[in-house]
C-alpha cells in the first residue's frame, strides 16, 4: 500500500535550535517525495522536492531509500518557520500528478 | 501571474443535495487535481483532470465526480450529501506538459458544510 507517515503532529522548539520533521513511506517502486508547507491563512505551497535537491529556506530533505525515509531539516529554527508541514509522495509509475499526503506536522517556534 | 481560484469560498447544504465547485487553474496549466481535507482524515485525492480526460482517481465513492473543460477549467460536483461530506476542497493545478508528477499550485479552497 502507499502510505505516508508523519508521527509527530505537533513540534514545538525554540528559536535558534535545530528541526527535524520526520517522513516515512510506503511504495513497492520509486517514488517522488515532495513537502508541502501551508503558513498561517496562506495556501498549501511546495517547499521542496527531493529530484531538485534544493535548499529552500535554509530546509533541506534526503532520500533515503534504505529506510523509506524523507525528513525535513533546519539546523537553525526561526519563528517564522512556524507552519503546517505536509509531506506527500507521487507515484513515479505512469503520468499522475497525484500526491499521497501524510497527516501533517505542526511546526511552533518559540521566540 | 494569477494564482489558482475556487469558487465559491464557502457552502451551507443540507443531507441530500447536490453541490458543484468550480475551479480555474493558473494559465497554461492542463492538470487539475481535487483533493479533500478533514481533520480526520486529513489530505485525500479525489482525482485528476489532464486536458478534459480523467487520468486518476482516488477512492472516493461514485457521488463524487468530476469533469475538465477545453479552457482547463475544472468542476466537481458531489451528489446526495452526506453529513461526513463536510470538508475543505482543494484545487490544484500543474504541469504544462504530459509528463508527472509536477509541482502543484494549490487554490484557496471551498468549504463545504453539510447540515
Known amino acids: 500500500a502507499q502510505r505516508v507517515t508523519q508521527p509527530e503532529k505537533l513540534l514545538s522548539v525554540f528559536k535558534g535550535a535545530p528541526v527535524e520533521l520526520k517522513c516515512n513511506y510506503s511504495?513497492?517502486?520509486?517514488?517522488?517525495l515532495f513537502w508541502y508547507v501551508q503558513y498561517s491563512r496562506q495556501r498549501l505551497q511546495l517547499l521542496l522536492r527531493?529530484?531538485s535537491r534544493e535548499s529552500i529556506k535554509g530546509f533541506t530533505a534526503d532520500l533515503n531509500k534504505g529506510e523509506t525515509s524523507f525528513h525535513l531539516k533546519k539546523p537553525f529554527a526561526q519563528e517564522e518557520d512556524s507552519a503546517m508541514y505536509y509531506c506527500?509522495?507521487?507515484?513515479?509509475?505512469?503520468?499522475?500528478?497525484?500526491?499521497?499526503f501524510g497527516t501533517g506536522t505542526l511546526l511552533a517556534v518559540q521566540p | 501571474k494569477a494564482g489558482v481560484t475556487q469558487t465559491p469560498r464557502y457552502l451551507i447544504k443540507t443531507r441530500g443535495q447536490q453541490v458543484t465547485l468550480s475551479c480555474s487553474p493558473i494559465?497554461?496549466?492542463?492538470?487539475v487535481s481535487w483533493y479533500q481535507q478533514t481533520p480526520g482524515q486529513g489530505l485525500q485525492f479525489l482525482f485528476e483532470?489532464?486536458?478534459?480526460?480523467?487520468?486518476n482517481k482516488g477512492n472516493f465513492p461514485g457521488r463524487f465526480s468530476g469533469r475538465q473543460f477545453s479552457n482547463s477549467r475544472s468542476e466537481m460536483n458531489v451528489s446526495t450529501l452526506e453529513l461526513g461530506d463536510s470538508a475543505l476542497y482543494l484545487c490544484?493545478?500543474?504541469?504544462?506538459?504530459?509528463?508527472?508528477?509536477?509541482?502543484?499550485?494549490f487554490g484557496p479552497g471551498t468549504r463545504l458544510t453539510v447540515l
Open positions: 527531493h529530484i
Open positions: 490544484a493545478s500543474s504541469g504544462r506538459m504530459r509528463t508527472a508528477p509536477d509541482t502543484q499550485y
Open positions: 483532470y489532464f486536458s478534459e480526460t480523467q487520468r
Open positions: 506527500a509522495l507521487s507515484p513515479s509509475r505512469g503520468a499522475t500528478n497525484k500526491l499521497i
Open positions: 511504495y513497492s517502486g520509486s517514488p517522488e
Open positions: 494559465s497554461g496549466h492542463r492538470s
